[in-house]
């Protein structure tokens, strides 16, 4: 079992920037892919960014290249979420998830088997 805890999500006027952080406890962190989600009202969770195991590649959504960043600190058991350049669009639930395979390929929800609870990030224009 891996938990998942994440914070620092916030209101913030566009053009703004947050980072989120993830907690992680249980088991190996370093084991994991891990990847950042998030869903707005009335739609599907997307993919965001993911992270390979030793931190050195990311992969991220059209919609977020350019403006956000993940990265992970594997001696603190944590992962990031840089956020700059915020668009109201970017408002939603973030979730922070771990999974095993592939980062290159784990932008899909059934990629990943452990997810934290979320935290909501709103940008006002």
């Known amino acids: 079992q891996v938990q998942l805890v994440e914070s620092g999500g916030g209101l913030v006027q566009a053009g703004g920037s947050l980072r989120l952080s993830c907690a992680a406890s249980g088991r190996t962190f370093s084991d994991y892919v891990m990847g950042w989600f998030r869903q707005a009202p009335g739609k599907e969770r997307e993919f965001v960014a993911t992270i390979t195991r030793n931190g050195l590649s990311s992969y991220y959504a059209g919609s977020v290249k350019g403006r956000f960043t993940i990265s992970r600190d594997n001696t603190k058991n944590a992962l990031y979420l840089q956020m700059n350049s915020l668009k109201p669009e970017d408002t939603g639930v973030y979730y922070c998830?771990?999974?095993?395979?592939?980062?290159?390929?784990?932008?899909?929800?059934?990629?990943?088997?452990?997810w934290g609870q979320g935290t909501q990030v709103t940008v006002s224009s």
């Open positions: 998830a771990a999974g095993r395979g592939l980062a290159a390929a784990a932008r899909t929800r059934s990629d990943y088997t452990y």
